[in-house]
């Protein structure tokens, strides 16, 4: 992976003591990075200085590239209503080019890349010539992704992109921002952590203005959990619990019922390498495993109470 931010020490206190203070991360090009805390812990304020919408009073953001692109999308994107999805895009596209004096084909946008392509892209084609004072939510939602991607960002930063969408309407921006991390490094926020679980490669928890932890989701999801799994059969198992365990010494084994088992490891790098190991020895079909209290919402809950416990 290669790293396409990095954020080093940024430091921002408003008057009424909000804000950012020595924040610092890295986000790979091609990945997801989730930006998540409770309201208030300074994720907008951490975009707009990475966005250049707002001023560091110290700290750095470094971008690999020189010349990257930065596109941030509000997570109440608002438009001139009077305007059609395509005249938004279209003068999304226009400002961006007498900024940059650049002219870009939009990756990932398919089409002729520009406007009509990102409105495409974002499942708006058969409405981009409607005024967009009749659009729902969802639809302004994805017509602000749209107006960002026209401009081919290298970072594109995503401000609760599915606040108030129903599950249509967010299973339609997951489907985007899983293409669009393709062709570029995207930072995203969201208090919807199930959504976060299913999109970010990364995650960084902030809190009051600071960084509380920052990993792999993987890791922020078993940060604080016992390494023990539920496995389901699809029939009895074969072998008694006794058994299991020698064949699997770094883990307990207990049957619940006949068709359920819960094995607990000694860590979770045990269960990385004996997990797969276990779930042969059954010689019954598996038809379902889960970490136990596997929850982001959980997790996210934990790190942020023992950090204020500190
Ligand atoms: N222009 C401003 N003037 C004064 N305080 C501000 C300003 N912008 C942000 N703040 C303060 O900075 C803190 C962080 O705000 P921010 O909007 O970044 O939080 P957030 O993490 O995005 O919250 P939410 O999840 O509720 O959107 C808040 O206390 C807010 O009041």
Request: glycine share 8%.
């Amino acid at each position: 992976m290669t790293t396409a931010l990095t954020v080093k020490d940024l430091t921002r206190v408003y008057p009424g003591g909000g804000g950012v203070r020595g924040i610092g991360f890295t986000a790979d090009e091609h990945a997801v990075t989730a930006v998540i805390g409770p309201n208030g812990a300074g994720k907008t304020v951490l975009f707009s200085i990475i966005a250049g919408l707002a001023q560091a009073e110290s700290g750095t953001v470094d971008f690999a590239s020189p010349k990257a692109r930065v596109a941030y999308c509000p997570d109440v994107p608002q438009f001139e209503s009077w305007l059609t999805a395509l005249e938004v895009v279209e003068t999304s596209l226009a400002v961006s080019r007498e900024s940059t004096g650049r002219v870009r084909i939009a990756r990932g946008t398919g089409g002729d890349g520009f406007a009509r392509g990102a409105l495409e892209a974002c499942g708006l084609g058969s409405v981009m010539d409607r005024r967009v004072a009749d659009f729902s939510r969802g639809m302004l939602q994805r017509l602000g992704i749209a107006a960002a991607l026209v401009t081919d960002p290298e970072i594109l930063i995503l401000d609760e992109p599915n606040s108030a969408l129903d599950p249509i309407g967010r299973a339609d921006v997951r489907d985007i921002i899983t293409e669009q991390k393709r062709h570029r490094c995207i930072l995203l926020s969201s208090h919807m952590l199930s959504e976060v679980e299913q999109l970010a490669d990364h995650i960084v928890v902030i809190d009051q203005g600071r960084v509380v932890t920052r990993g792999t989701t993987a890791s922020i999801l078993t940060d604080g959990l016992e390494p023990v799994w539920t496995i389901r059969l699809g029939a009895p198992a074969q072998i008694s619990a006794a058994d299991l365990a020698v064949a699997v010494p770094e883990a307990r084994f207990e049957f619940e019922t006949d068709t359920l088992c819960t094995a607990r490891f000694r860590s979770f790098e045990a269960a990385g390498s004996q997990l797969m190991t276990a779930l042969h020895i059954f010689r019954s079909p598996v038809i379902e495993v889960t970490l136990r209290d596997r929850d982001l919402d959980a997790s996210f809950a934990r790190i942020v109470q023992n950090q204020e416990h500190r």
